[in-house]
């Protein structure tokens, strides 16, 4: 099946850094959408975007859908402990990046 | 606001032995879905439905079941689990707008399956 190449697959980085993940694939998408789960709960949705090359932000997050319609990539700016948890992408209906599990130290 | 509602939230099973998970939502969504998650390999779609009383599989659909009899309920079974389907299960839905699946999926918060 397609994959979804997510890196990091893990981060630990200090409070008030910022972070950067990416998700690539080797086919087009025509939605790219970022979710975030934490322990014990379902992934909850952060960014959904739908145009290539659009850039979208929510709060102190802010996505790409890459150009190429093939990546895009979630920044969050300043950290704080409360992001702890694991962020996916998500390519469409089937496809899910395998996750970069973020720690965020005080 | 209960969305979408799993149970049990989780189970330990005796091989040979089957199992429905039951999922419901009360959004009104068209489309559902069953997912696993298993550590290192992300969420894979089992199966889905687009709309009440059609199903498909995702992309791993062996040894499961679904159905779809009406738009707010949507089980999953496992007619003889195996310990390889010891996971977590997600149900989701996702809304359409102006008659398009959006994509944007609204997530149970799991069904912990242990199978011996």
């Known amino acids: 099946g397609q994959q979804l190449n997510q890196s990091p697959q893990s981060m630990f980085i200090q409070e008030g850094e910022d972070v950067s993940m990416n998700c690539t694939s080797s086919s087009i998408f025509n939605t790219w959408l970022w979710y975030k789960q934490e322990p014990g709960e379902g992934p909850v949705l952060l960014i959904a975007?739908?145009?290539?090359?659009e850039l979208t932000s929510n709060g102190r997050l802010t996505a790409q859908f890459g150009i190429t319609r093939k990546d895009s990539f979630l920044n969050i700016s300043a950290s704080i402990p409360s992001d702890v948890g694991i962020y996916f992408c998500?390519?469409?209906?089937?496809?899910f990046g395998t996750g970069t599990s973020l720690t965020v130290i005080p | 606001t209960a969305g979408i509602t799993q149970a049990p939230t989780s189970q330990i099973l005796a091989a040979g032995r089957s199992m429905t998970l039951r999922c419901t939502q009360d959004?009104?969504?068209?489309?559902m879905y069953w997912y696993r998650q298993d550590l290192g390999l992300g969420l894979r779609l089992i199966h889905y439905?687009?709309?009440?009383?059609?199903?498909g599989k995702g992309e791993v659909p062996d040894g499961y079941s679904v159905s779809r009899a009406n738009t707010d309920d949507f089980p999953l079974t496992l007619a003889s689990a195996v310990p390889s389907q010891t996971s977590v299960y997600f149900c989701a839905s996702s809304r359409t707008s102006g008659g398009t699946n959006t994509g944007e999926l609204f997530f149970g918060e799991g069904s912990r399956l242990t199978v011996l």
């Open positions: 439905s687009n709309t009440a009383g059609t199903t």
């Open positions: 975007l739908y145009k290539a090359g």
């Open positions: 959004m009104r969504h068209n489309a």
């Open positions: 998500h390519g469409n209906q089937f496809y």
